[in-house]
């Protein structure tokens, strides 16, 4: 099952995403809070962007569905 989530960014962009597998959000919160997740890959596709997040070790990748207002 995927998961969906919103991710904010530093400079403030906050986007819906999908995961590609079920838990990979929780894996991705605690790397976050460790402050060394980075965006890496994105890949144009149909209907969504791909992206990829990477972190000492690990990577990650999503299905950016969209933006979203941040808090």
Do not use: C, N, Y
Request: proline share 3%; hydrophobic share 45%; glycine share 14%.
């Amino acid at each position: 099952m995927r998961g969906r989530a919103r991710l904010g960014f530093a400079d403030g962009t906050v986007v819906v995403a999908r995961s590609h597998g079920q838990g990979m959000f929780g894996v991705l919160a605690r790397h976050t809070a460790d402050g060394d997740v980075r965006p890496g890959k994105v890949v144009l596709r149909d209907e969504w962007i791909e992206l990829e997040l990477v972190w000492p070790g690990r990577r990650m990748v999503v299905d950016v569905l969209g933006t979203d207002q941040a808090d």
